[in-house]
């Protein structure tokens, strides 16, 4: 897997969105549409988007509904957004709807691979070419894929654990991981990060758990029986904040929340919460306004006839063929640069510091 240069990928977007010649408006909705008016000569031209669920991460709903919406409407591009709610069955009537409602490119965030390939091979049937957002779809055959590079983020999750461990002035010691769901192919990567930089580091796997549909409840009870099994952890690498906020619930209970190093990525208001607290030590930010934008870029590209700008590719391990990807960048967010996330206008400081240490560590920080 390769990885470009986020300025480029910013300004492949911003090149390909003035490609697109059809006007739209919509409001954010729990399906938001956009219908382009008969006079355009792009009329027939009108995106599909699916979105997974709004429970696996706040992201969907508050923050890629929004771009996306942004960068369509900005480009006057017809569109549809609906979010199949973690139901498999709702996801492939949403599919089979876009596909008669005659959208000409379709862009997924699948559930899981079978579902997401089913969907791509109707669409493929019918002539609407696929894109494949945040999350790729094993053996579905989309034109692109528009992610972060997924080993990179897990990676920074694991060396931010090490960091905090280190910085605390533990240099060995066993780390249970926490992963998420096991049908999600970012999972897969993600842990392919995280684990090589934890054991880089000089630390041990312990237990070594994966969270079905990445449901937080679900969480609290697999990380309660890891701990319950061998509390004698140094710290636990969480796929996301989510997933880490459950950690963080157990580690509570047991008077040890802050004092064993927990990860998460996502950089959601919650996430950011917890590391102002120090009960989490990293998230990870990935700049999901850019991720939008250029996901809306590919989709205008393919239905213009231009090729999409990528800037690598990443291998379809179902398949074995190389899929053209844009791949961008994530950060590592620790309590000190807590402040950049704000700075990017992805959130605010009145939504993350919320409670007294929050608060307090906002204000030490200068962030207001």
Do not use: H
Request: net charge negative; glycine share 10%; aromatic share 4%.
């Amino acid at each position: 897997m390769r990885t470009g240069n986020l300025t480029m990928v910013a300004a492949a977007a911003v090149g390909a969105l003035a490609l697109a010649a059809c006007g739209s408006s919509s409001t954010p909705a729990a399906s938001s549409s956009s219908p382009a008016p008969a006079s355009s000569s792009a009329a027939a031209n009108k995106v599909g988007v699916i979105l997974p669920d709004s429970a696996s991460s706040a992201r969907w709903e508050t923050a890629d509904r929004k771009y996306l919406t942004d960068a369509f409407t900005a480009a006057n591009v017809a569109f549809d957004i609906q979010n199949a709610g973690g139901d498999k069955a709702k996801f492939a009537t949403i599919c089979d709807s876009m596909i008669a409602s005659g959208v000409t490119v379709l862009m997924i965030v699948n559930l899981d691979s079978d579902t997401g390939a089913a969907c791509e091979t109707k669409a493929t049937a019918q002539g609407i070419k696929s894109i494949d957002y945040d999350r790729l779809t094993l053996g579905g055959g989309a034109s692109a894929y528009v992610s972060f590079d997924n080993v990179a983020v897990g990676k920074t999750m694991g060396d931010g654990l090490v960091k905090c461990l280190n910085d605390a002035g533990v240099m060995s010691g066993t780390v249970d991981l926490l992963n998420g769901s096991p049908t999600d192919n970012n999972a897969t990567l993600f842990k392919q990060g995280y684990q090589k930089s934890i054991t880089d580091g000089g630390f041990t796997i312990g237990q070594d758990q994966s969270v079905p549909d990445w449901d937080n409840t679900k969480a609290l009870t697999i990380f309660e029986q890891m701990f319950a099994k061998d509390p004698k952890i140094v710290g636990v690498n969480a796929a996301n904040d989510g997933l880490g906020s459950s950690v963080i619930a157990v580690l509570a209970k047991n008077g040890l929340a802050g004092k064993i190093p927990v990860t998460g990525q996502d950089a959601t208001d919650v996430g950011l919460t917890n590391v102002l607290e120090g009960t989490q030590c990293v998230t990870v930010y990935k700049a999901i306004k850019k991720e939008a934008e250029a996901a809306a870029a590919a989709a205008i590209a393919i239905a213009s006839g231009q090729p999409v700008a990528t800037n690598g590719t990443v291998k379809d391990s179902k398949t074995g063929m190389d899929v053209p990807s844009v791949l961008l960048v994530p950060q590592g967010i620790f309590k000190a640069n807590v402040g950049d996330v704000i700075a990017d206008g992805f959130t605010t400081a009145a939504k993350i510091c919320t409670t007294d240490l929050a608060k307090k560590a906002c204000t030490e920080l200068g962030i207001s």
